[in-house]
Nanobody, 124 residues
């Protein structure tokens, strides 16, 4: 059983930056594909970014490509999401997820474990 805890959310002005962290415990972190998802009020949860076991295959939703960077430190059992050039449309609860697949996926059903989420609010 893997436990995931997100941190780093907050309130930032448009154009600003935040770095989210996802700390994992209770499992072998390096064996899991990891992903970030977000959910805005009144909207469905959507894919943001994902990274493979070996960090060689990160990929992103079109809405964040070029602005967000996903990374992981297997020695620290932690995944990160560096978010730059933030926009009001990025406002959401951001959650991390862990899955047993070999390749990162945008599909929610590709992940077995989920964190509680951290709020990101971008003001205009």
């Amino acid at each position: 059983q893997v436990q995931l805890v997100e941190s780093g959310g907050g309130l930032v002005q448009a154009g600003g930056s935040l770095r989210l962290s996802c700390a994992a415990s209770g499992g072998t972190f390096r064996r899991y594909t990891m992903g970030w998802f977000r959910q805005a009020p009144g909207k469905e949860r959507e894919f943001v970014a994902a990274i493979s076991l070996s960090v060689s295959r990160p990929f992103y939703a079109d809405a964040v490509k070029g602005r967000f960077t996903v990374s992981r430190d297997n020695a620290k059992n932690t995944m990160y999401l560096q978010m730059n050039s933030l926009k009001p449309d990025d406002t959401a609860v951001y959650s991390c997820a862990a899955g047993g697949g070999l390749l990162p996926t945008y599909r929610l059903d590709g992940y077995e474990y989920w964190g509680q989420g951290t709020q990101v609010t971008v003001s205009s």
